[in-house]
């Protein structure tokens, strides 16, 4: 339990402001995004400076006391609850919230890490360039949290994930150094490669206070296609095609199977499902004298005639394009309407997803035929949304549990089987600790803990996330 003493320093560094202990303050701060895990803590601390941060860190490793990290409080996995003890605080970046540069020549912005991740996309449309990480969660996750999980999203297959992003970062170690290394470098050949570290580390190596994150020209045009999938269109060879006589420009590749659609209330009627599902795909350039609506036309045009599609419907609007992407982006908030949904969110080979999604629905049916199931995703990168409905009627948090025991395990099995894994893009948080420790590769995952022996050799890091504190020491 953290001292009164340790509290009291920490109202005199960060003020009242800064120290969060009004239980219903707390509240939203306490539970993760799906309402899965409830936390406990004895105030949030919501520093409006590095220095603070800073201050933080240097009295959570005099108390030996847990901090956790969090940002916009979106994650899949509760990387950023605390636990039930009431022991752990949580560090709120939210108040670090200054864009602080952008720089159109370097094709780079430099945030804080509490600024939402809309308003960054939005300071470097202002400048003229282009910050190509889309996430459903855009307009409340921020930057320190998608750094956090290396988050993915919907253009991944062009731009890469959020590692491939970051050019420079500052964060704040266990102890409170400061490690700063906010350059706007391609190349920067100087050792080893510290930053990657703490992206997709959940926090539990240090705070990220501050990034450079890298930026492309505005593409704007963008050529986007509804196509309604034959029964068993082969996925890969089609995304192959595309790219080849896309010239690789495509941006999105994106899977929708008819149960997912089903979800979104409101979806525009003509919008709909072929028998193995829907391709939501889109061309995106920056330039104006390409004629890339005319390029996916031909495009679609080999796909119809490869027999791959029932249909095929091209945006002709910026309306009806908005309305597709609409329907992607809101099949989470329908499942959430429809009573929720165990996600797993698998990647496999590309070349194994249609025998992914056979299985799979083999081992669902083996298990039980009754169960639904939510399938879509991130194709084009080979990751799956592979969620099992919750029955009407059925409690959320007992048949979560249940799935999670009695079936998961053999859809994951199947994943890495395959060459796949069992968290592509939501990380691993507190929900995903035990399958790390299951599935990862013994030599893996003794690197694993002695990178967090090394970062927080008291374990204050976000603990109980991604490594056990406990198992953080690099001695056997
Ligand atoms: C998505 O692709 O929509 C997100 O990863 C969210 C989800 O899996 O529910
Ligand atoms: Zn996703």
């Not at 941006?251 to 829907?278: C, H, N, Q, W, Y």
């Not at 053999?410 to 890495?416: E, R, V, W």
């Amino acid at each position: 339990m953290p001292d009164t003493a340790m509290l009291q320093r920490l109202r005199e560094t960060l003020g009242e402001a800064g120290v969060l202990t009004d239980p219903e303050r707390l509240a939203p701060y306490l539970v993760d995004h799906r309402d899965l895990v409830r936390g406990k803590a004895p105030a949030v601390l919501r520093p409006s400076s590095v220095a603070q941060v800073q201050a933080i860190m240097r009295l959570a490793a005099e108390y030996r006391v847990g901090i956790v990290p969090q940002a916009g409080n979106t994650s899949y996995c509760a990387g950023a609850t605390p636990d039930a003890s009431g022991g752990q605080f949580v560090l709120s970046l939210e108040r670090l919230d200054k864009v602080r540069a952008v720089d159109p020549l370097d094709a780079a912005i430099s945030v804080d890490s509490g600024v939402i991740l809309q308003r960054a996309q939005e300071a470097a449309a202002a400048a003229g360039l282009y910050l190509p990480l889309s996430l459903g969660s855009e307009g409340s996750c921020r930057i320190g949290g998608v750094i956090g999980t290396n988050a993915g999203g919907l253009s991944v297959l062009r731009y890469g994930m959020t590692r491939d992003l970051v050019l420079g970062l500052e964060v704040v170690l266990a102890d409170g150094t400061l490690v700063s290394d906010m350059k706007k470098l391609r190349k920067n050949n100087t050792g080893y490669d510290i930053r990657q570290n703490f992206i997709g580390a959940e926090g539990t190596l240090g705070v990220v206070t501050g990034a450079v994150l890298k930026l492309i020209p505005v593409p704007h045009r963008r050529a986007t296609a509804w196509v309604e999938l034959t029964a068993g269109a082969p996925l890969p060879e089609m995304l192959a095609l595309v790219r080849r006589e896309s010239s690789d420009l495509v941006s999105s590749f994106e899977f929708i199977t008819a149960r997912s659609l089903a979800l979104v209330s409101g979806a525009d009627g003509r919008l709909k499902s072929g028998s193995g599902g829907v391709i939501l795909v889109e061309l995106s350039s920056s330039s104006q004298h390409l004629p890339i609506e005319e390029l996916l036309e031909g495009v679609m045009g080999e796909v119809v005639e490869a027999g791959w599609a029932e249909d095929v419907i091209i945006a002709q609007t910026e309306a009806q394009r908005a309305d597709m992407w609409r329907i992607r982006e809101t099949i989470p908030e329908g499942e959430k309407h429809f009573g929720g949904s165990v996600k797993h969110d698998i990647s496999v080979p590309l070349g194994r997803t249609v025998d992914f999604l056979a299985a799979g629905g083999a081992a669902v049916a083996a298990y039980d035929p009754a169960l639904e199931l939510s399938v879509y995703g991130h194709v084009g990168d080979g990751n799956l949304h592979y969620n099992v409905l919750v029955p009407p009627g059925e409690d959320r948090l007992a048949f979560t549990d249940r799935i999670g025991r009695e079936l998961a395990p053999a859809l994951y099995d199947i994943a890495i089987g395959m060459g796949g894994t069992f968290s592509a893009e939501h990380g691993v948080g507190r929900l995903k600790r035990g399958l790390l420790q299951h599935y990862a590769d013994p030599g893996r995952y003794r690197v694993l803990r002695g990178i967090k022996g090394l970062f927080d050799p008291h374990g204050v890091m976000n603990p109980g996330a991604m490594v056990d504190p406990a198992e953080g020491l690099i001695a056997d």
